[in-house]
């Protein structure tokens, strides 16, 4: 079973339509993220929530909104999606424990197409 | 802003040879980590190897090892034998509060 999850996995949508991303994950992480992935470009920050009461923007925020429902809930939503916005969009999740390692651990990504 | 440098976007070896894939990165801070994932045509993201800076060592696991060097700001990834399935995208990555990727490099392996 994986451990975090995204739907759908892939979308076409066209311009100017609302369209939402969806995070879920079992690990019981308190830190999720939502990068997207462009080619010659890796990945790129979105938005980011260190617990359910704090999201901050990331290196790309523009364009794009968050909502941190639970713990383990945290969707992306493009609130009028636009061609440039097609990518692989991914989300993750981290522990703050005293583990302390930093490291994330990736959903299967969305592959988002905007016409 | 931190930076992170892969200089390579597409890099080749022989199975059963050693390849070594280039990471640079930019930052001010003295504590932070380091990491290479990487991206099979799946496109999963896995994790290969990490590193914490205030670590002298050199990471490793298993095939996989890293030279960290923390003046010259560097952080390289061996990949000893290489195997078929190692053939992927694998990017650097570089945390301090958020995690900054490299923009990859591809790597194929020929039989």
């Known amino acids: 079973d994986a451990d975090v999850t995204q739907t759908p996995r892939n979308r076409i949508t066209k311009t100017g339509k609302r369209i939402m991303l969806e995070c879920s994950q079992t690990k019981g992480h308190d830190r999720m993220y939502w990068y997207r992935q462009d080619p010659g470009l890796g990945l790129r920050l979105i938005y980011y929530?260190?617990?359910?009461?704090?999201?901050n923007k990331g290196e790309i925020s523009d364009g794009y909104s968050v909502s941190r429902q639970a713990q383990a809930k945290f969707s992306l939503s493009l609130e009028s999606a636009i061609p440039n916005q097609t990518a692989l969009y991914f989300c993750a999740t981290s522990d703050s424990g005293t583990s302390g390692s930093n490291e994330q651990f990736f959903g299967p990504g969305t592959r988002l197409t905007v016409l | 802003a931190q930076t992170v440098t892969q200089s390579q976007p597409e890099m080749s070896v022989q199975e059963a040879e050693t390849v070594t894939l280039s990471c640079t990165y930019d930052t001010s801070e003295s504590d932070y980590y380091l990491f290479w994932y990487k991206q099979p045509p799946s496109r999963q993201m896995i994790l290969v190897i990490r590193?914490?800076?205030?670590?002298?060592q050199n990471a490793t696991e298993n095939r996989f090892s890293v030279n960290f060097q923390k003046a010259a700001k560097s952080f390289s990834l061996k990949i000893s034998d290489s195997q078929l399935g190692d053939a992927a995208m694998y990017f650097c990555a570089y945390y301090n509060n958020d995690m900054r990727f490299g923009a990859g490099t591809r790597l194929t392996v020929k039989p």
């Open positions: 929530s260190f617990d359910v009461k704090d999201i």
């Open positions: 590193q914490e800076a205030y670590k002298q």
